[in-house]
């Protein structure tokens, strides 16, 4: 038999959703109950080497230096033995199935299993990876094994805002796809701050916990009928027209819908942490006095937060947070690319005055109604801020 060997690395981005996915009506072909819509995070990522050898005995999982061993990569990497083999059939070639194995060395960024996606950005990887290797025409096809690997992995395909449909059927998923609402650029002053309080492993992981969801909470099917349809044209809207109060609103309601859910679920399942929620009010105490939704925040399935706003508002922001939290500077990992947030910098050295100028208005307004910052500073933990632009889609890198 002649020996055959063939690589490739891939980085591929995580990506938070906006409108959130929580429960399937379709385990196995990984349909969705609803429809969701995410953003792709450009500076948090797996990159993933993969090899497809046919002296390799099985097939290798290697995540951040552990070997992994999960039904959810054989249902990835027999669904692609099946498109390439079917090909090959067809042109009376050879089956890919008698003599290759896949060898996949992935390493992430960002803690996994702590709500931060991690399984997103690596099926991604490895979905994408494995299609350009075999030379699939249709990014659809690349979407589809994504999405068996990981649900939320098919909206890492695309870059910027994506929307995954959930389709008609539960049955049949060919309804079942991810489109593009729009690129990168559309919204090119729009960042996310990634603040990390808990880099521990999920005590009960998405897959279980959304089984349970939709097995026991009556609020879950309620939102599915008469939230997430109106939600989801509202903020496409929102994106489109950049218009961020109407992008902050829906954003933040669908997180705290979200984790209703895991309440109203029997058991209940609790993801968000004491950080968590002070950074919850932190957010509308901010909103509430600068007498706008400036800044957004959503959480997963974990209790490490994404606060959203627009480039101009950083400042402010930024004031305000360093007055409100105490927290081990030492410590934490801060994460200011220079390159991607050149604009930033400047206006956080340039502006500090200001912004203390706006603060003492603001104060003056606001004297009788809301004490902003706050006067005695709360204890967080958090162990990194990163600040990212919103993200590409897959890309080779070798």
Not at 68 to 94: L, M, W
Not at 375 to 391: T, Y
């Amino acid at each position: 038999m002649t020996t055959t060997c063939s690589t490739i690395t891939v980085q591929a981005p995580m990506n938070i959703a906006l409108i959130k996915y929580w429960g399937k009506k379709n385990k196995d072909l990984i349909i969705p109950l609803n429809d969701s819509i995410s953003i792709t995070i450009n500076s948090l990522c797996a990159i993933t080497k993969i090899t497809v050898d046919s002296n390799l005995e099985n097939d290798l999982v290697i995540i951040n230096g552990k070997i992994e061993n999960n039904c959810r990569f054989e249902r990835v990497f027999n669904e692609v033995r099946n498109i390439v083999d079917r090909r090959k059939r067809n042109a009376n070639g050879e089956l890919l199935n008698e003599n290759k194995y896949f060898k996949i060395e992935s390493k992430t960024n960002f803690p996994i299993a702590a709500g931060l996606a991690s399984s997103a950005a690596g099926f991604a990887a490895i979905s994408f990876g494995l299609g350009s290797l075999f030379k699939f025409k249709e990014l659809k096809e690349i979407v589809r094994i994504a999405r068996i690997g990981s649900g939320s992995a098919c909206r890492s395909i695309l870059d910027g805002f994506v929307h995954w449909k959930a389709g008609n059927s539960d049955e049949d998923d060919s309804e079942c796809i991810c489109e593009q609402i729009t690129t990168i650029s559309h919204w090119k002053e729009l960042r996310v701050l990634v603040i990390t309080s808990s880099e521990e492993r999920k005590k009960i992981g998405s897959t279980e916990a959304m089984q349970r969801s939709v097995l026991t909470s009556k609020l879950l099917q309620k939102r599915i009928e008469e939230c997430v349809p109106e939600r989801i044209e509202n903020l496409k809207e929102a994106i489109l027209n950049k218009n961020f109060p109407q992008f902050a609103e829906i954003t933040m309601a669908e997180s705290n819908q979200l984790h209703a859910i895991c309440l109203d679920t029997y058991p209940p399942i609790i993801y968000l942490n004491s950080t968590s929620f002070a950074l919850m009010e932190f957010v509308h105490d901010f909103n509430t006095f600068y007498s706008s939704p400036l800044i957004a925040y959503t959480f997963d399935a974990g209790p490490n937060c994404f606060l959203f706003f627009e480039e101009k508002t950083f400042p402010l922001f930024y004031n305000s947070f360093k007055k409100c939290f105490n927290y081990n500077k030492d410590l934490i990992k801060i994460n200011f690319d220079e390159n991607e947030n050149k604009e930033i910098i400047k206006l956080i050295i340039n502006e500090e005055e200001n912004n203390g100028e706006i603060l003492k208005e603001k104060e003056e307004e606001n004297k009788n109604k809301l004490q902003f910052p706050w006067l005695e500073a709360k204890q967080i933990n958090i162990q990194q801020l990163l600040l990212s632009k919103l993200g590409d889609g897959p890309k080779i890198l070798e």
